[in-house]
């Protein structure tokens, strides 16, 4: 994919994912070599408190 949801959208899938996919995308947006390149998918995966 080339351009993000809108957050709408992104929040909307992140929350029908797996508690235990998005611990562990959570933990890959706070290693800071893996954020940099994803940074915008990073900052909606913790705007929306990562794991939650």
């Known amino acids: 994919m ?3 949801k809108p ?5 909307k899938a ?6 235990h ?3 562990t995308m959570a933990r890959v947006c ?3 070599a893996m ?4 940074a915008q998918f990073c900052a909606n995966v ?4 990562g794991a939650n």
Do not use: E, I, Q, Y
């Open 46 to 49: 913790l705007a929306l408190g």
């Open 30 to 32: 706070n290693d800071p």
């Open 7 to 11: 957050m709408a959208g992104f929040k």
């Open 2 to 4: 080339k351009t993000m």
């Open 21 to 23: 996919d998005r611990v």
């Open 35 to 38: 954020s940099k390149p994803h």
């Open 14 to 19: 992140w929350f029908a994912m797996p508690k």
